[in-house]
């Protein structure tokens, strides 16, 4: 007669204790991955990329048509001001000079013979034995021979500055980076000057021209240290500094950034012009700074988790600098919520400014009894 009774309250009791199982195997136990905010160095930088040049580079060009005769520089050929770099065929020009000069004498002969008529006029007149209007017309052809003189001045002078740039000289001294023509080419002075040549004045001091993007430009300033790389030199980091950030914006596929100006010495000559620059420009650095790992601000809690203070888990944070960070809570699985002000950060860490006391735990991760840690990386949300 007992047997009836016993047996459902046996199952009754296997049924609840499947369910308990259920549960606990559903859910699990969550634990929390800790970090402790600690004091350290740390450093922002901004990350961009730059060409290197020389301080100044001059192009060295022609204002005149005609064939190259000669060249006296090649690829870094080291120049002075003013030394003959190539030579322009000048016959053409010559002559032109030439037929200028017989025009200017030609023009001086008949100024002569007008003088002298316009001188006998002018005593024919005072004797009363003739007119005033021989005069007048003497003075007139006098004065427009003496214009055709100053004309044929002029273009003498031409003739011979165009036989001088015949002459290709050098600007300024330095190093020759680049020869755009070879012997027997002809160049043509028209709308444009065509380039001979590309003289850097001492690659000893060059710069480096970066883009940095608009959201990061209002941290740079004039005067900040730099560092960069090149690919000739992979191992070896060089040093710069920041001298001048300009105004204009450059748009491009609806990117905005603003040229930046590192100056850069180059005593050894290693770098060369047109070398690509990964540049980064320490724009802000702190000193024994309370610093938590980034992890702490991308963490998100699990949803089933318990917060001992309720209400601060509802703090929402705007752009005034506050950010959430989570801590364990005194009870297992459950957390408590700090509302801090960040400072700056090195991409690994993050300053905190105010919000937390050194050798605070902060979450950094979450795992439960299946292993699973869905809670860890992920990019920090903006704020």
Do not use: W
Not at 219 to 242: C, I, M, T
């Amino acid at each position: 007669m007992k047997f009836p009774i016993l047996i459902p309250a046996v199952s009754l009791g296997l049924i609840a204790m499947s369910l308990v199982g259920c549960h606990k195997g559903h859910g699990g136990k969550i634990t929390f991955d800790t970090s402790p905010a600690r004091r350290g160095d740390i450093t922002q930088y901004v990350t961009a990329t730059g060409t290197l040049n020389a301080v100044v580079s001059v192009d060295v060009g022609s204002q005149i048509s005609g064939r190259i005769q000669a060249l006296y520089a090649d690829y870094n050929s080291l120049v002075k001001k003013d030394d003959l770099i190539a030579q322009i065929e000048p016959a053409t020009y010559q002559a032109t000079v030439d037929q200028a000069r017989g025009n200017l004498e030609s023009a001086k002969a008949a100024l002569d013979l007008k003088r002298i008529v316009l001188e006998r006029e002018r005593s024919l007149y005072e004797r009363k034995a003739a007119p005033k209007s021989d005069l007048d017309t003497a003075d007139a052809e006098y004065r427009q021979a003496k214009a055709t003189v100053d004309v044929n001045q002029a273009l003498l002078d031409k003739a011979n500055a165009d036989l001088g740039y015949c002459r290709i000289t050098a600007p300024v001294d330095g190093i020759v980076v680049t020869r755009k023509v070879d012997v027997g080419q002809t160049v043509a002075a028209t709308m444009t000057t065509p380039v001979l040549f590309n003289i850097a004045q001492d690659i000893r001091k060059m710069r480096i021209i970066t883009n940095v993007s608009e959201a990061d430009i209002g941290l740079v300033k004039a005067g900040q240290k730099a560092e960069f790389n090149v690919d000739a030199f992979p191992s070896e980091s060089f040093a710069g500094l920041v001298s001048q950030v300009r105004l204009s914006g450059t748009c491009s596929d609806n990117v905005v950034t603003y040229d930046t100006v590192v100056d850069v010495s180059n005593p050894e000559k290693k770098l060369f012009p047109n070398m690509t620059a990964q540049v980064s420009i320490l724009v802000a650095e702190r000193k024994g700074a309370l610093v938590i790992p980034n992890a702490a601000l991308r963490f998100t809690p699990p949803e089933r988790v318990k917060f001992e203070n309720a209400e601060a888990a509802k703090i929402k944070p705007g752009r005034s600098g506050k950010r959430l960070v989570y801590l364990p809570g005194s009870a297992p699985g459950t957390l408590k919520v700090a509302a801090v002000t960040v400072g700056i950060t090195d991409g690994m860490q993050t300053e905190v400014v105010e919000g937390l006391g050194e050798g605070t735990q902060v979450v950094v991760g979450s795992s439960s009894a299946t292993g699973k840690s869905p809670n860890r990386g992920g990019p920090p949300p903006q704020m």
